[in-house]
């Protein structure tokens, strides 16, 4: 059984001890964060956002949790009523535990600050500067390409012409890697 996530796996079997569930750091914290009034809806509520729907996966994986943590089941009856091997059980419970974590990840961050959204856009602004670096004409038989043509390139930016990237086999002649059709930009994006 995989022990990912120790302190989730303690809140999910604290659900059957809510007095003690009340004193967990982590249920009150998530009990504040989504405005429940125990620590017990906060971690039922969170258990159905991380696997929303009716999706048999999302099903399988909230039966998986509740039945084990919040009604007592043994892993092998659990497994049985649902109809599954008990390494598919432990399978969809190691997953579902994953995507709790990950909700209460999400929950519990602290709200973005101006500055952090400066310096997410600052990120965003390098990355456009970093942006794929189209050239202008095949490599092969200098055949004007403008952004919006239609063009093939590699993992290295080399370019080519539909014609010589056909002829080629679609195999990069300078270093032998796949050829692949280039994205096309917009003229809008090309004045920014």
Request: proline fraction near 6%.
């Amino acid at each position: 059984m995989d022990r990912r996530h120790p302190q989730i796996r303690r809140l999910l079997r604290l659900l059957r001890h809510p007095i003690r569930l009340e004193e967990d750091e982590l249920a009150l914290s998530l009990r504040d964060a989504l405005a429940c009034d125990s620590g017990c809806q906060a971690v039922l509520t969170l258990v159905q956002r991380a696997l929303p729907g009716p999706t048999e996966m999302n099903q399988l994986m909230r039966a998986a949790v509740l039945s084990q943590d919040l009604d007592g089941n043994k892993a092998r009856r659990v497994a049985a009523s649902l109809g599954l091997s008990l390494r598919s059980y432990f399978r969809y419970r190691s997953t579902a535990i994953d995507l709790i974590a990950l909700a209460i990840e999400r929950e519990l961050r602290p709200p973005q600050t101006v500055e952090t959204n400066a310096q997410l856009a600052q990120h965003w602004r390098k990355k456009m500067r970093e942006a794929l670096n189209m050239k202008p004409s095949c490599e092969r038989c200098k055949t004007d390409l403008p952004f919006a043509a239609a063009a093939y390139i590699c993992s290295y930016e080399c370019t080519f012409c539909p014609e010589c990237a056909h002829a080629s086999h679609h195999v990069c002649p300078n270093c032998g890697g796949e050829l692949r059709a280039r994205p096309r930009r917009r003229e809008a994006a090309l004045s920014a």
